[in-house]
């Protein structure tokens, strides 16, 4: 099937061999990896010459709609990426770049055009996620989740729903983040490609945690303690198999200040997420 996606490339890249100020002209993201489908955005990279780089930067949007019209462009990162989308909904991010020489990844370019010794190619990383890239994102993601969780009371004592609501799904982005190094493969994709990267049970974990259905006013805190249990019950071991110490005393210390505020507030209910004793003497311990 013939894509608004394969149109735009077809005629990106005769414009890059007809504009004498582009050097080269790559893809990288899914059509670079060679692993695109027909919602895949477009991540396109122009290579400029130093000379003209400051005119080509003023004129990108209007050389863009010249391919194809666009109904949304912002320039962003000081006007070195243009994040667009065209008249037919494609989703577009042109990065420029002005180098001497542009480094691409074996394995995850597709190049449009070169002029030659435009492009240094890098050797392909693994498949496997490095121990220094999971600790890092560990450390981040754990302490993060904690955090986001710890605000709970804020919005709930406040009567902030939608608030709430947009909460939730930040402390559902670090759960799922934690999760994935449980499977040991590195993130090459971006956000919105996820699947690939859980554990299968761990992914219906999750997903029974979101779809799962409760009475209002209850869901919105429901919902959050049930990603709490699942990082309690799961998130320890994910850190142990990286050597990441696990940050117990920052659980314990959110988890005290949730439950005896939700108690307060009159949600001492929704603590069976946690199968806590609702009695608010009791202390919270993992």
């Not at 993201?29 to 130093?50: F, I, M, N, P, Q």
């Not at 009567?159 to 499977?183: D, P, Q, R």
């Not at 303690?225 to 110490?245: F, H, K």
Request: charged share 25%; glycine share 6%.
């Amino acid at each position: 099937m013939t894509t608004a996606q394969f149109r735009f490339i077809n005629a990106l890249t005769a414009k890059v061999e007809a504009d004498p100020r582009i050097r080269a002209a790559w893809l990288s993201g899914s059509y670079g990896k060679e692993t695109d489908d027909r919602w895949s955005d477009v991540d396109a990279h122009l290579l400029v010459h130093c000379g003209k780089f400051a005119e080509f930067q003023r004129e990108i949007e209007a050389w863009l709609s010249r391919i194809r019209p666009l109904v949304f462009a912002r320039l962003m990162f000081n006007g070195r990426m243009v994040n667009a989308m065209t008249d037919e909904a494609m989703r577009l991010d042109v990065w420029l770049h002005d180098v001497e020489v542009a480094e691409v990844t074996t394995g995850e370019t597709r190049v449009l055009y070169e002029e030659v010794g435009a492009l240094s190619w890098l050797p392909q990383p693994g498949e496997t996620l490095t121990t220094e890239a999971a600790s890092e994102m560990l450390r981040r993601e754990v302490a993060e989740f904690w955090r986001c969780v710890s605000m709970m009371p804020v919005v709930v004592g406040r009567g902030e729903k939608l608030v709430g609501v947009a909460g939730n799904s930040f402390i559902l982005l670090a759960l799922t983040n934690v999760l994935c190094a449980a499977s040991g493969r590195r993130r090459d994709r971006g956000v919105k490609a996820l699947n690939g990267f859980l554990l299968p049970h761990h992914r219906q974990c999750v997903e029974e945690a979101l779809l799962l259905q409760s009475k209002w006013p209850e869901e919105p805190v429901r919902f959050p303690l049930r990603l709490v249990s699942l990082m309690r019950d799961l998130g320890p071991d994910i850190c142990a198999q990286w050597q990441v110490e696990y940050p117990q005393a920052m659980e314990e210390t959110v988890l005290q200040y949730v439950t005896r505020e939700l108690r307060s507030l009159g949600y001492g209910s929704a603590l069976e997420e946690l199968e806590l004793p609702v009695d608010a003497s009791e202390t919270v311990v993992h």
